[in-house]
C-alpha cells in the first residue's frame, strides 16, 4: 500500500488528510472507510469507527495496526467499485473521497516524526566523504569504530518538508548539495529489539533528501560535534512522496536510485553494499530507549551519488529528483533565500 499525508483547501480551510494512491487516484481513506461503514451503521457510527480505524494523520493509522489495514484496504475496494460508475464519487454528506494530485499539497508521509535518525550504514558513502569532504585520512579512511558501530546523528523535526515543496537555499552559504537515501518509518513501538526481530517494527519506506551545506560542514565537522546548520535548515529534511508498506518491498538490499537534476540524470545506481542494516540500526538505537511510532531512519546515500562526490554542484532554480525502485520519485525545486 503507498500511504500519503496531503493537505486540501476547503471552504473552511486548509486540513491535513491521510490518503493511499489506488486506481489511479489519492483516496483520501478517512472519508471513504466512513462512507463505506455508512452503508451498513448510523452515520455517527461511521464517523466514530471511521476517525478510530483510519485517522486523518499517519501516526495515528500506523499505531492502529493491523485493524486499520484492513479498515484502509476495505476502504479501498470501496471505492474502486464507486468509480466504476462515478469519476468523482462522494461521501453521504458530500465529502471527496478521492483526488487528483494537482488539487493537493504532499506533506512528508509523518510530517512531525517524534524523532529523525539519519545513519551511515552504507560506509562506501563515510569513506568517500572522509576523503573529498572532510580531508581525513586514516588507513582505508574509514575509522575503525565506524565498522562495528552504526553511526547516525539525529537532525532537526523542524526541517521536514515533502515532495514539490521548494528547497530554501540558507543565505549563509553559497554550496548547497542533495543526499539522496532510503528512508524507514517505525511501525510498532519497542525497547532492547533484538536484531532478529527488528523487522516486525518497520512500517514502511520513503524516498528521502538530506540536504547539506558543504562549506559549512567542514567547520562544524572539525570539532567533533556537527554537523549543525550544514545539515539543519528549514527544508533539509525532505521525505515522500509516500510511504510504501513493508510487505510491498520484501527485499530492500539492491534497490536501483536515479538521481536526475533538470531531467539529466547525474546519478544511476542501487542502494548496496550495506555495512549494517535498518535491522541493525533498530536494535543499536532500541538499546533502554523506547522507539515510538513514526520515528524516521535514514540509509545514507550510495557511494558518488551526491554532488560533492561527482564535483557536480546544483544551483538556484534547479529541480532536483530520485527515483528509488518501487517507491517513489521525490521532486524539488531549489530557492535562494535572502538574509
Known amino acids: 500500500m503507498k500511504l500519503l499525508t496531503f493537505e486540501v483547501q476547503t471552504a473552511i480551510g486548509r486540513f491535513e488528510r491521510l490518503g493511499a494512491l489506488a486506481h489511479g487516484a489519492i483516496v483520501d481513506l478517512t ?3 466512513m462512507s463505506h461503514l455508512a452503508e ?13 480505524l483510519a485517522p486523518p494523520d499517519m501516526i495515528g493509522f500506523l499505531e492502529g495496526g493491523t485493524q486499520s489495514r484492513e479498515q484502509a484496504e476495505a476502504a479501498l475496494q470501496y471505492v474502486g467499485g464507486r468509480l466504476e460508475d462515478d469519476a468523482r464519487p ?4 458530500g465529502e471527496r473521497l478521492t483526488f487528483n494530485e494537482d488539487e493537493i499539497r504532499f506533506l512528508a508521509p509523518v510530517p512531525r516524526p517524534p524523532m529523525i535518525r539519519d545513519g551511515i550504514l552504507i560506509l562506501d558513502h563515510y569513506r568517500v566523504g572522509m576523503e573529498r569532504l572532510l580531508k581525513f585520512a586514516d588507513k582505508d579512511n574509514v575509522l575503525e569504530a565506524a565498522k562495528s558501530i552504526p553511526i547516525y546523528w539525529k537532525p532537526s523535526r523542524a526541517a521536514v ?4 515543496e521548494p ?13 539522496f537515501e532510503l528512508g524507514m518509518y517505525i511501525g510498532k513501538r ?19 533528501n538530506d540536504l547539506g551545506l558543504r562549506d559549512v560542514q567542514p567547520g562544524e565537522m572539525s570539532l567533533r560535534m556537527g554537523p549543525a546548520k550544514a545539515k539543519d535548515f528549514e527544508t533539509s529534511k525532505i521525505m515522500g512522496p509516500y510511504l510504501v508498506t513493508a510487505d510491498e518491498l520484501p527485499d530492500i538490499g539492491s534497490m536501483k536510485l536515479t538521481t536526475k537534476v533538470n531531467d539529466e540524470v547525474w546519478f ?9 542494516s535498518f535491522a541493525d540500526l533498530i536494535a543499536y538505537v532500541s538499546r533502554e530507549e523506547t522507539l515510538q511510532v513514526g520515528e524516521f531512519f535514514g540509509s545514507g546515500p550510495p557511494a558518488y551519488s551526491c554532488g560533492f562526490e561527482i564535483d557536480r554542484w546544483v544551483k538556484p532554480g534547479d529541480v532536483v ?19
Not at 40 to 52: H, P, V, W, Y
Not at 161 to 164: I, M, N, R
Not at 167 to 179: A, G, K, Q
Not at 190 to 200: H, L, Q, S, T
Open 190 to 208: 519497542g525497547k532492547n529489539i533484538p536484531v532478529e526481530r527488528a523487522w516486525e517494527h518497520v512500517a514502511g519506506y520513503t524516498v528521502f
Open 90 to 93: 462522494l461521501g453521504p454528506q
Open 268 to 276: 544511476e545506481g542501487a542502494i548496496e553494499g550495506w555495512a549494517f
Open 40 to 52: 451498513t451503521q448510523d452515520l455517527n457510527a461511521a464517523r466514530r469507527t471511521a476517525a478510530a
Open 167 to 179: 528547497i530554501r537555499w540558507p543565505h549563509y552559504s553559497e554550496i548547497l548539495d542533495y543526499e
Open 321 to 339: 529528483s530520485c527515483e528509488i525502485e518501487g517507491v517513489g520519485t521525490l521532486t524539488n525545486r531549489i530557492v535562494r533565500e535572502t538574509a
Open 31 to 33: 472519508s471513504a472507510a
Open 161 to 164: 518538508a515533502g515532495h514539490l
